[in-house]
């Protein structure tokens, strides 16, 4: 499986992007997908899960981004998105787009290169 994000940026605090996470390879194998950000200073194991949606639609949200931010999953395009509203300048990291071939909640086993999102004050 490979994953290729985009639509990252700069944009002022309150403003709104929307990531997209294209997905090709054996696509049929993925149980979840989701959203992971690294911020700036941390390591790849400090990697936070923002939020992911299974196979069946359940989603989970971190709380830092609950009422701000909405993934979502278009199966036949194989992509997968992520509507982020309300940012804050510590919304600001790198996002990464991942999948697993196993695990509904937690994708872990496929990552993309990561699209940097920057929020000004």
């Known amino acids: 499986v490979q994953l290729v994000e985009s639509g990252g940026g700069l944009v002022q605090a309150g403003g709104s992007l929307r990531l997209s996470c294209a997905a090709s390879?054996?696509?049929?194998?993925?149980?979840?997908m989701g959203w992971y950000r690294q911020s700036p200073g941390k390591e790849r194991a400090e990697r936070e899960l923002?939020?992911?949606?299974?196979?069946?639609?359940?989603?989970y949200y971190a709380d830092s981004v609950k009422g701000r931010f909405t993934i979502s999953r278009d199966n036949a395009k194989n992509a997968l998105y992520l509507q982020m509203n309300s940012l804050k300048p510590e919304d600001t990291a790198m996002y990464y787009c991942?999948?697993?071939?196993?695990?509904?909640?937690?994708?872990?086993?496929?990552w993309g290169q990561g699209t940097h999102v920057t929020v000004s004050s």
């Open positions: 923002v939020a992911s949606i299974s196979n069946s639609g359940n989603t």
């Open positions: 991942a999948a697993d071939g196993s695990d509904p909640i937690l994708p872990r086993d496929y």
């Open positions: 390879g054996s696509i049929f194998s993925i149980t979840s």
